[in-house]
Nanobody
Framework: VQLQASGGGLVQAGGSLRLSCAVS????????MGWFRQAPGKERDFVAT????????FYADFVKGRFTISRDNAKNTVYLQMNSLKPEDTAVYYC?????????????????WGQGTLVTVSS
């Protein structure tokens, strides 16, 4: 399984970005897709997860109402629409996947990882 994240960049506070994560390889092993982020000097934080089948979504409290995770099954791609961005959202954003039905925040439970895409929000 290969995950390719893209869409990061520099944006002003209040702006929006959409991240994409394209999945290739043995996609049947990716039951749950997720987004995590890691700011410099901090631990990797859970952002959101989604099930390919059914589309159930789960969010960290700090992104509810601002971020939306979605998927396009035909394109094997997961998205993270980020609105009302704040400087504290600055981080490297990673997409991840696991082959079980775990949708939680423990990043160690996710077996597959993309390379990360940097999001910088200026004040």
């Amino acid at each position: 399984v290969q995950l390719q994240a893209s869409g990061g960049g520099l944006v002003q506070a209040g702006g929006s970005l959409r991240l994409s994560c394209a999945v290739s390889g043995r996609t049947s092993d990716t039951i749950v897709m997720g987004w995590f982020r890691q700011a410099p000097g901090k631990e990797r934080d859970f952002v959101a997860t989604i099930r390919w089948r059914g589309g159930s979504v789960f969010y960290a409290d700090f992104v509810k109402g601002r971020f939306t995770i979605s998927r396009d099954n035909a394109k094997n791609t997961v998205y993270l629409q980020m609105n009302s961005l704040k400087p504290e959202d600055t981080a490297v954003y990673y997409c991840a996947s696991n082959s079980g039905d775990y949708v939680g925040r423990d990043w160690k439970a996710y077996a597959y990882w993309g390379q990360g895409t940097l999001v910088t929000v200026s004040s």
